[in-house]
């Protein structure tokens, strides 16, 4: 279908372009859809032995069973700049709804820090139990965690708003918080922000996760949960539900803006609804069937769709005996005003596989679905071997497929609906459609470069591995595509990494040299250097030369325009007077559009004269003339030289410069020269005079360059400086050297690189968080016998590798001073110049600081003191200073 028939079909829909999920021993998407697709339980068995040292007593109803994410104490602290006293005060929920909102991003393809829309998120998270089982003693133990600091870091107002500040996201950011349908009701709030405009991104989601970890729970007879450790959704056997760990996000784009950007769809929301049962139900906590058929019933019409069009279902599905036949019977009601077709519609619940995930569920239920109908595969119902009565009627339109389908729809679309609700009545339904196939775009180059940047050396090795073995079977045009998306949306970080690839191609890898404490930046743009031709012949171009559009169309204009000066230039089979200058000229503009601005241009021999074009001070035409005859003068003798100098001494005595936009460089043994001596006739006039007389060197010299990044306007095996090897084709050498610009931290446009080309963001693997452990310990005696509480030993990390090298204290004010920063940073060692916030400080904590080390040493100092101070070295002072002179300013008060 082409792209116009696709914006007319979907006006108001919504895309799904980026996926992320963390659930109990999964970790992707990829492996989320592997363990639904095989029927896979996640819910792990515990052995008497290890459920007695996790203080469950063996009694006859506990029920061995384990649905943790592991490892939850660990977190990537240094990653998301948190200090690691900050990250262990933290909601494990929040720094697990921050990494899959991470996540989510690169799935789609975006760096919110590159993206000129707005970003928004919407999420809810579960209870706090860590800070009630873990924190609460900090704030009347050591002192060192205020009260309002534990709230920023643990209350659920500051999930979505922190996540937004760690990811810079300046749309509208909620925390929308309506029990099990939270993540789902972000979802339909996201969209009814990006269709209104507030928006044009959205990150949507939830996490829940359960504190203290158990290993298993007390089955009470007509509780909630079930009496055999399995969730039996839609199943006769049903007892109850199992109450599991989880996190996802998903990134929501309007569709046209999706189609147009080039983003991978994975799925399409057509429409949604979210309504309350309000008091048409037993008790606050019961669900009813009338809301549940008003929302279902809204959804499908908001999103203009019939029940018979829909063959998927992903239902809420706790597996209690009364919320399943309660949903059974509004799906039921539903359906059979429109259709009286049965067992046309499959039914699932991916709680069978997960347990239920509280305010996760809605958003695991979508992306079970989005995977579903991108694979085109219904996925089978586990633990429903004796189905539930309503669906043996031989009536129902529903059915529980044992096995994995394929989902066959031969006339229209894949359609599913999505239902979540919430204890307290909010219930949400979402239809979602199959994504469009479009067609692969081709690349127009042979060699892909392959960016990719950390946070430390290890980040970018696991980088590298992961990406090699994801690529290694890649087609061509996945290959572009994955270039592109590492490009363009991945965050920059320090330590950098290039990966030169195509197919048929030995991969090159190349990283910086002598990178000790990461990339900063280039302390001074590149010199673009126009050297005099090594060799006169110029050879018949090949087909590589149309490979790059900027630069055949300047290649042809230059070629062109010599013929109407000479009569000669034919761009198929160039003179070699000409070829020279109109390589460098149109290789400038080519790296011009790519956005590499150089500090300056220098040339020599007749490379001055693409260097003049390049900066401004000659036309083309005269460029080209000047050039190719000062090279043909060279390059000839008699009578015939005497016709080229004659030439090229008429225009240039006659010559007008125009104004040098960039600075060019004097040529070998000539002083720096502005713009007035390069305007100068007589310098143009006795340039090739001086060449000839004097035999002026004309190899590849670059002059008073020192240790500045140099680009050679020229293509040939010798294009990188130094040369590299033999058998590079010609673009490939002009690419490895823009990776190496890249490396250097000289920003390129992406998007001029790609013009002419449409390409598409691509899922790649995410960035590989290096998570040390950020926690603060439960002391489980005091809570059990009322005991008055200590905090936990603080948590410490090792001092940032980016920081300058360690100097030790050299007084006992500057010991003491390190004692205090080490305790409320929670880092070690830190040195006396270290910097307070490139150690993870900020306003907040510095408040505690301040007041404990003014308690500490007697002082009466500023907070703006302390603010201004940032090292150790400089605060000894200021407090030496005022015992010394307890009047003085800088004590400030």
């Not at 999103?303 to 309660?326: F, R």
């Not at 330590?495 to 302390?523: C, F, I």
């Not at 743009?525 to 149309?546: C, K, M, Q, R, S």
């Not at 201004?868 to 400089?874: F, G, L, P």
């Amino acid at each position: 279908m082409s792209l116009e028939n696709e914006y007319e079909d979907h006006k108001a829909d919504i895309a799904i372009i980026g996926l992320s999920i963390r659930l109990p021993g999964i970790d992707t998407v990829s492996r989320f859809w592997e363990a639904v697709l095989s029927g896979e339980e996640v819910v792990a068995n515990v052995s008497p032995q290890d459920a007695a040292e996790g203080g469950a007593a063996e009694k006859p109803n506990f029920i061995h069973a384990n649905t943790n994410i592991r490892n939850i104490e660990n977190f990537d602290a240094a990653f998301f700049n948190f200090n690691i006293r900050e990250a262990s005060l933290m909601d494990p929920q929040h720094r697990l709804l921050l990494e899959t909102a991470w996540e989510a991003l690169e799935s789609a393809g975006y760096d919110p820090g590159r993206y000129d829309g707005l970003i928004g998120m919407y999420a809810g998270v579960y209870a706090n139990y860590y800070q009630m089982f873990n924190l609460l003693p900090l704030i009347y133990g050591n002192g060192t965690a205020s009260e309002l600091q534990m709230q920023i870091a643990s209350e659920k107002d500051h999930a979505a708003t922190m996540a937004a500040y760690k990811l810079g996201l300046t749309g509208p950011v909620l925390n929308v918080q309506s029990a099990c349908s939270s993540s789902l009701a972000a979802v339909h709030l996201a969209c009814e922000s990006l269709l209104t405009y507030s928006s044009d991104m959205m990150v949507c989601g939830g996490a829940t996760l359960g504190i203290p970890q158990s290993h298993g729970y007390y089955y009470q007879d007509n509780g909630l949960l079930s009496a055999d450790g399995h969730l039996r959704a839609f199943d006769a056997q049903a007892t109850g539900t199992l109450y599991s760990d989880g996190a996802g996000c998903v990134v929501l784009k309007r569709f046209s803006d999706a189609l147009e950007d080039g983003d991978t769809i994975h799925a399409v929301i057509k429409g949604s609804a979210v309504n309350n049962d309000g008091a048409l139900k037993a008790g606050y906590t019961a669900p009813a069937v009338q809301g549940q058929i008003q929302v279902i019933e809204r959804a499908q019409m908001i999103a203009g769709v019939n029940a018979e069009d829909i063959s998927y279902i992903e239902a809420h599905g706790t597996g209690t005996p009364l919320g399943d036949a309660i949903e059974l019977e509004a799906l039921h009601e539903v359906f059979a005003r429109h259709t009286g077709r049965s067992a046309f519609c499959a039914l699932g619940s991916v709680k069978a596989n997960v347990g239920h995930t509280g305010p996760a569920a809605g958003i695991v239920g979508l992306i079970k679905t989005v995977m579903a109908l991108r694979e085109r595969t219904l996925p089978p119902a586990i633990h429903a071997d004796s189905p539930h009565d309503r669906l043996m009627t031989g009536h129902s339109p529903f059915y529980l497929n044992p096995v994995p389908l394929e989902w066959s729809s031969p006339n229209q679309r894949r359609l599913a609906g999505v239902s979540s609700f919430g204890l307290g009545g909010t219930n949400v339904h979402v239809i979602l459609q199959e994504a469009p196939v479009l067609r692969e775009s081709p690349s127009l180059r042979r060699s892909n470069l392959f960016v990719l940047s950390a946070k430390s050396k290890e980040g970018l090795k696991r980088q590298k591995e992961s990406l090699q073995q994801f690529l290694s079977s890649a087609s061509e045009e996945l290959l572009a595509d994955a270039a592109y998306t590492l490009q363009t949306g991945r965050k920059l970080f320090e330590h950098r990494a290039v990966w030169l690839y195509g197919s048929g191609d030995e991969p090159e890898w190349m990283e910086r040299e002598n990178d000790t404490k990461g990339n900063q930046g280039l302390t001074s743009l590149p010199l673009f250097y126009f050297p005099h031709p090594v060799n006169f012949d110029a050879a018949e171009p090949g087909d590589w030369i149309t490979e790059e559009p900027v630069f055949y169309r300047s290649y042809v204009q230059s070629m062109e325009l010599a013929g109407q000066m000479f009569g000669r230039g034919d761009p198929a089979f160039p003179d070699r007077a000409t070829y020279p200058i109109a390589v460098q000229i149109s290789l400038f503009k080519l790296w011009d559009s790519w956005g590499i601005q150089p500090s300056g241009c220098q040339g020599s021999g007749s490379g001055l004269f693409a260097a003049a074009c390049a900066c401004g001070l000659l036309t083309l035409e005269d460029a080209l003339y000047l050039g190719s005859s000062y090279l043909s003068a060279l390059t000839t003798s008699g009578q015939e030289r005497s016709v080229y100098v004659r030439n090229y001494r008429q225009r240039a005595v006659s010559l007008k410069t125009g104004p040098m936009k960039i600075p060019l460089t004097a040529p070998l043994g000539k002083k720096p020269m502005n713009q007035t001596e390069w305007s100068d006739s007589h310098l143009w006039t006795t340039y090739l005079m001086d060449a000839l007389e004097e035999g002026a060197s004309l190899q590849g010299v670059v002059n008073n360059v020192k240790d500045r990044l140099v680009l050679e306007m020229r293509l040939d095996e010798d294009l990188v400086r130094p040369a590299e090897g033999q058998g590079a084709t010609v673009w490939r050498n002009v690419y490895r050297l823009l990776g190496k610009v890249w490396l250097e931290g000289c920003p390129v446009n992406w998007k001029g690189y790609y013009q002419g080309e449409r390409r598409r963001r691509v899922e790649l693997p995410a960035y590989p968080f290096e998570r040390t452990r950020c926690w603060v310990e439960r002391e489980a005696s005091a809570l059990d016998s009322g005991e008055p509480l200590t905090p936990a030993p603080e948590p410490v990390s090792l001092r940032p590798e980016q920081l300058i090298g360690y100097t030790a204290p050299r007084t006992k004010v500057e010991q003491d001073l390190v004692e205090a920063w080490e305790l409320y940073l929670g880092v070690a060692p830190i040195g006396i110049n270290d910097n307070y916030y490139e150690l993870g400080g900020n306003s907040l904590l510095a408040a505690s600081l301040h007041a404990h080390i003014c308690e500490r040493f007697c002082v009466t100092l500023g907070l703006e003191v302390f603010l201004e101070q940032q090292t150790i070295a400089r605060l000894a002072k200021s407090i030496e200073s005022w015992k010394f002179d307890p009047t003085s300013t800088k004590g400030g008060h």
